[in-house]
């Protein structure tokens, strides 16, 4: 046995089904839990609030059961090789111990040093994986495979009281210990206002307690329910938060649904059909994550540049104070003005408006994807590179392997928020005006609010003319199969909708 080595918490900030932690604790007599707040990374274009306030959360959640058993979470601000050898010059240890990280180029970059300086100083890093993505998977044909495998593997759990006593802090470390550490403003960062419930508790309690509501009450309107921008903050499970900062594994919440659809099988409740076909619906999506995960994985160069080569020859010549606009709900677009307000305030916006806001970035203000990426991702609570960075260049449309879709904000009003609820929630300037002269029409007609920055129609007709001329080409259509033989999916296709 290995006698001291930390645990290096990155996006896995609990303590069941985590398999660096399980593994730290059964190889090493010693385990100091480390959570290292990078400047770079605090710095960072893709860095916001939002995320601070999630690390914090669940890392104060984190601390405090760790010191219920006597034990405590170190907590480092510096770089995070500046970290490790803070902790070394004072206690010595042999191991680290984290999980593998997706990230973005900063993270990747990161990990690379820090793998570079292990190798120099001798110390044993060991990356577990704590999801369905494969790292160094060659062959796409194996993954489904194995994903299944990792998924139905059982749980890994908790450690007991007695495992967790030997995560205390020495006592050599303790100068090292920080206090007022777990406050956003520390960082420079605003403190989400106390009470409002506007955004999620990020922490392991809360993602349990969001996995059992939606199984249990709150999952029966999931099918139907999660493209309207009004019940997907009550239909759609919400553990997206969880799933991406680590207070909860995907697979933790598959095999709990799985379990809920056995209840199911052959129940007489009326119900019981509506809830499978929600269910059913769910897993799929649970799968979708890995895959999307995945890609970036295999191929981190795509935060950078489109899966599809032929794509880079796209022209996006919309103006740079576009972007601003759309980023602050000014685009004169009701729907998508109401989505950007609202994630400014929540955090959180469903799939299907997600899709809506970057189609109308990239097809209609004609914004280059890689200029929303940053921006949006500082907008979501969930961020989480390898769903984002995927999901971003498939609705952009240069993946190619997808139909293009261009989405009409004004459709996207009428079939999904009929009565202009969602838009009156998010523009106050639009409260005291009746539906039908909101809904249907491509902007308000009301004066008072902002005139649309172009023109729907003709804007989103010229970027499928531009686009149908890259995707007609024969380079394209190569390169097409090639994206589609590395990243494609080989789930049949009734198997992938949902
Ligand atoms: C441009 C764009 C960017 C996005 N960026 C992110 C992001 O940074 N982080 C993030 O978690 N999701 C992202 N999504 C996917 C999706 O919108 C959210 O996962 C979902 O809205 C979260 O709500 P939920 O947890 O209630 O989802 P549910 O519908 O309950 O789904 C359960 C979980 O499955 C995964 N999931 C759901 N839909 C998808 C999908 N289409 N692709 C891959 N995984 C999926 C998520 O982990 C989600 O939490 C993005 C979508 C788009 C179009």
New binding site residues.
């Given amino acids: 046995m290995q006698r001291a080595a930390l645990w290096w918490l990155k996006r896995d900030f609990q303590l069941a089904d985590n398999p660096a932690l399980t593994a730290a604790l059964d190889e090493a007599e010693r385990v100091v839990p480390v959570f290292v707040v990078e400047p770079s990374l605090l710095d960072a274009a893709e860095t916001s609030a939002f995320h601070v306030n999630a690390w914090l959360d669940a890392a104060r959640e984190l601390r405090a059961r760790l010191r219920a058993v006597g034990s405590e979470l170190l907590l480092l601000r510096a770089e995070a090789i500046e970290a490790f050898e803070r902790a070394r010059a004072l206690w010595s240890f042999e191991a680290i111990y984290s999980h593998q990280e997706t990230g973005s180029a900063l993270t990747f970059q990161r990990d690379r040093a820090v793998a570079r300086w292990c190798r120099e100083t001798g110390i044993a890093w060991r990356e577990l994986p704590q999801s369905g993505v494969f790292r160094g998977l060659r062959d796409r044909d194996e993954r489904h495979r194995r994903w299944t495998a990792w998924t139905r593997a059982p749980l890994l759990p908790a450690p007991d009281a007695a495992r967790l006593a030997r995560t205390a802090l020495p006592d050599a470390l303790r100068p090292l210990a920080e206090a007022g550490w777990d406050r956003p403003d520390a960082y420079g960062f605003p403190s989400p206002p106390a009470g409002t419930g506007t955004t999620q508790p990020v922490s392991e309690a809360a993602g349990q307690a969001t996995l059992t509501d939606?199984l249990s009450a709150r999952g029966i309107g999931?099918s139907g329910g999660?493209s309207s921008p009004n019940r997907?903050f009550r239909c759609?499970?919400?553990?997206?938060?969880?799933?991406?900062w680590g207070t909860l594994t995907?697979r933790a919440?598959y095999q709990a649904t799985r379990c809920r659809l056995d209840e199911l099988k052959g129940s007489p409740e009326p119900d019981a059909a509506r809830w499978r076909r929600s269910l059913t619906s769910?897993l799929s999506?649970?799968h979708?994550?890995d895959?999307?995960?995945q890609r970036l994985e295999s191929e981190p160069e795509m935060e950078f540049r489109a899966l599809n080569p032929a794509y880079e020859a796209l022209v996006f010549d919309g103006p740079p104070e576009w972007l601003a606009a759309w980023r602050d709900g000014r685009t004169g677009f009701p729907l998508v003005d109401a989505c950007m307000r609202c994630l400014r305030a929540t955090g959180?916006?469903?799939?299907r408006m997600?899709?809506m806001?970057?189609s109308v970035a990239c097809h209609t203000l004609h914004l280059d994807w890689r200029a929303i990426m940053r921006p949006?991702?500082c907008l979501?609570a969930?961020?989480?590179?390898g769903?984002?960075i995927?999901?971003?260049q498939?609705?952009a449309g240069v993946v190619g392997i997808n139909t293009l879709r261009v989405y009409n904000p004004a459709k996207q009003i009428q079939d999904h928020d009929p009565r202009a609820t969602f838009v009156k929630t998010w523009l106050p300037e639009l409260r005291d005006i009746a539906p039908e002269r909101i809904v249907g029409h491509q902007a308000s007609p009301v004066s008072a609010y902002v005139a649309p920055l172009t023109d729907w129609e003709t804007s989103s007709r010229e970027y499928r003319t531009r686009y149908m001329a890259v995707r007609r080409l024969a380079e394209t259509r190569q390169s097409a199969a090639a994206v589609l033989a590395k990243h494609g999916s080989r789930l049949k296709r009734g198997a992938r909708r949902s």
């Fill in positions: 939606f999931y999660i997907a759609g499970s919400r553990l997206s938060v969880h799933l991406a995907a919440a769910f999506r649970l979708w994550r895959h999307f995960i959180f916006i469903n799939f997600r899709a806001i970057t949006m991702a979501y969930d961020y989480e590179p769903i984002h995927s999901q971003l498939m609705q």
